[in-house]
């Protein structure tokens, strides 16, 4: 209890509610982010990771020639402390840990929703008014909750199906802040509809849909249905090469990482399917969005820069990084 007090003193300080507090948590992860692939300093040590991490360090790039003894620089005690904590990192193969928690949170959410549990009420009873009075349906809720849970459902199988032994590593802050954004997209696809699971629980009488879908349902569930089928496609190519080279599937040809592409038109179809009513978007899984599009377009682009380190500048420098005309 006296966590939950520091909690809501601290909420009413900054003058936010629950939906606010997540919001500015995928926000200021996203800007976290960003401030980290500035310096190249913090970029080369905590961004990169696997193949990618192989482009700095000890390895020289093509055409480059290694600094002798005498060119070497003193590294500063700043250097030395960024250089321990580059040491904290988990094997690559941990990537599966998100999609378990991803799928975790679905689960535990259901059973929450379902029975209003004190979970659940902990949280909805610290959402403004304000909010409360403009609720996703349940209906919404539903559809969102069980294509979030498909998405992490199909993620840990591939997780699972497409993996290769590997010693590639990753950092342990990366780890961290991926296993926490997985938990709170969990909370953040249900949480504008507070209003309307404290109105009454939700039931398996919810799951038959009578009606005819709405227009934002007809077309964002397609949308959803396609993106996850190119980004399957995606992952199955990448897994079929026999070793690491340039891509050269369709998908690949125009675009340096289309399933990070196809990964933000899935959230964008549930950012657009998750507006509650009168709005055109929801705002909370939009900030969600926002930290995907910041974090895997930042990998992207550390892609494109190994690719051109690898295989040659001109061999990708036309290619854009997740989504044609776009980005």
Known sequence: MDLLTH??????????DAIDALRAFFLLAAATTVSVSIPSALRDRFLRYGPRATATGSEPVAGSRPATQAQAQPRSSGSGLLDYLATWQVPHSYF??????????????????????????????????????????????????????????RRLWESFAFAKPSLSKMGFAHWLLGLGFYLAAGIAIWIEGSGAIRTRSLT???????????????????LFLIA??????????????????????????????????????????????????????NK????????????????????????????????????????????
């Open 7 to 16: 909690v809501d003193t601290a909420m009413e300080a900054a003058q936010m």
């Open 96 to 153: 599966a840990q998100f999609y378990v928690a991803s799928v975790a949170s679905s689960v535990f959410w259901a059973m929450q929703l379902c029975w209003r549990g004190p979970v659940f009420e902990a949280i909805a009873s610290r959402v403004s008014e304000e909010h409360l009075k403009q609720s996703m349906s349940l209906t919404q809720v539903l559809i969102c909750w069980v294509l979030l849970a498909i998405q992490g459902l």
């Open 204 to 222: 398996l009488a919810d799951l038959q849909i009578t009606n005819a879908p709405t227009v934002r349902t007809f077309l964002c569930v397609p």
């Open 228 to 281: 996850s089928g190119l980004q399957h496609d995606c992952h199955h190519f990448l897994f079929s090469l026999k070793k690491y080279t340039l891509p050269d599937h369709p998908l690949f040809c125009g675009i340096v990482c289309p399933h990070y592409g196809a990964e933000c038109l899935i959230y964008l179809s549930l950012t657009y399917l998750a507006a509650p009513p009168g709005q055109v978007v």
């Open 284 to 327: 909370t899984m939009l900030s969600c969005l926002a930290f995907i599009a910041v974090n895997l377009g930042l990998t992207a682009q550390n892609t494109k820069t190994w690719y051109m380190q690898k295989f040659g500048r001109e061999a990708v420098q036309d290619r854009w990084l997740i989504i044609p005309y776009i980005y």
